[in-house]
């Protein structure tokens, strides 16, 4: 695959930032101090989480509109266990009367103790219904798992469900993260056969705390690599070395992806501009 150059990257406006809505007014402040870091680069877009069982439906709201606010597209993740078709109903609405024109759709996991499923079984309904109900007003972001989704046991399961996803309507995907650039070439290769053609973006997870970032992978079925697992344990408390070692590994994997055709990045932020910024930097995605 021959090198492209970066602006054809660019041009695509898959790069993106992710963000989780603050719980605090002093996290509001901190992620308005975040976003004025982030605003040199012009990232396509910034993305918004949703808690599980829509616990922060109205943070995520007032966070997507005030970024879009500030002139930036905003894309709202929304997830559909545990709702009504007439919650998700309105807060589409509200989503098109604020001139919001992008969704990542997710199904979600019921918090514990929240028995009640709703309408929703799989994120393939959601996305049927988003495009049922408001044509193709938004662009429809999908989740893709290169390494399975953990609640799957069959593999062929997994990527079929994908398919189903991709063929209910969504126009794209970003990944969970991962640390392993053969698991998502060929996560796309498989998913090209069942006919899921859509770009998929792979989601990188920057090592922000290495402790809490690999319970994250075990939590999300991410393999953690032992080379990269006995390497950051041997530093201890070295965090000069572990940020050195994180940037490095990193910023191999993601001129490796693209490289090998990835059509952008999404970036798990963790509300922090720091090392995506310096990752970025190395990439040359600066314009
Ligand atoms: P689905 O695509 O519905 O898949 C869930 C499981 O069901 C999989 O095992 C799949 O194989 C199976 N499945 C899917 N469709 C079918 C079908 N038709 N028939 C049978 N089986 C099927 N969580 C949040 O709470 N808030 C967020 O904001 C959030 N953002 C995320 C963003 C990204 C990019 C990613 C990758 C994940 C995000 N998550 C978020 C986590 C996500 O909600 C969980 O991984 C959840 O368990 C699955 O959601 P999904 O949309 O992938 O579900």
Redesign the pocket.
Known sequence: MPTLPIYHFMANGLFSI?FFPPNTPEGVVKLRETRKQFAPIKPGFYSV????GGSTREKTLSTVLEIAGEGNVAAP?I?CIGSTQESIGALLETYKQNGINRL??????LPSGMGDIGHF?????LVRFIRDTTGNHFHI?????PEY????RFAE??LQ??A??VKAGADSS???FFYNADAYFHFVEATKKLGAEVPVVP?IMPFHNYSKIARFADM?GAEMPRWIARKMEGYLDDAASIRAFGLDVITQMCERLLAGGAPGL?FYSMNQSALTLEIWKRLRLAQ
Request: charged residues 25%; aromatic residues 8%.
């Open positions: 992710e989480t949703f808690g599980a993740h997830s990542v759709a997710l199904r979600g996991d079984r799989h994120a393939d309904d972001e999908v989740a893709a798992y989704h953990p609640q799957s399961r997994d469900a994908y189903h996803k970003i990944t969970q989601g999300s999404h």
